[in-house]
Nanobody, 122 residues
C-alpha cells in the first residue's frame, strides 16, 4: 500500500510555470507506475502523464506534450510534474496516483492523493 501527498499547486498567469510534487510513503515506491491526472469543474478526471517504475517509459496527454514533463526520484519516493507554458484550460485539481504495471487509464490506478489546485489566469 502507498499513500500519496501532492503539493506545488497555485495561481499562475498564462504562460507561466509550476512544478507539482508528490510524496509517497512506503518502501515499495519503485514498484509502482506513477501518474498525474486532473479534473476540471464539471468534467471527468483525465490522464495527464505517467512514468514507469524505473522511469524508462513516459506518456502524456496530447495537449500537454512539449509543455509538461513527468519525472521521479525513487531514492526520495518523489514524483514531479513540471508544467511550462501554462494555459487557462490547464486549470484543474491535479492528482497523483500509483499502480502496479504501466497504464494511462484512470480506472487502473489504485492509489490516489488528495489533489492540489492549479489555476491559470488569462
Amino acid at each position: 500500500q502507498v499513500q500519496l501527498v501532492e503539493s506545488g499547486g497555485g495561481l499562475v498567469e498564462a504562460g507561466g510555470s509550476l512544478r507539482l510534487s508528490c510524496a509517497a510513503s512506503g518502501r515499495t515506491f519503485s514498484m509502482y507506475t506513477m501518474g498525474w491526472f486532473r479534473q476540471a469543474p464539471g468534467k471527468e478526471r483525465e490522464f495527464v502523464a505517467a512514468i514507469s517504475e524505473r522511469g524508462r517509459t513516459t506518456g502524456y496527454l496530447d495537449s500537454v506534450k512539449g509543455r509538461f514533463t513527468i519525472s521521479r526520484d525513487n531514492a526520495k519516493n518523489m514524483v514531479y510534474l513540471q508544467m511550462n507554458s501554462l494555459k487557462p484550460e490547464d486549470t484543474a485539481v491535479y492528482y497523483c496516483a500509483a499502480q502496479v504495471g504501466y497504464s494511462e487509464r484512470v480506472s487502473n490506478f489504485r492509489y490516489w492523493g488528495q489533489g492540489t489546485q492549479v489555476t491559470v489566469s488569462s
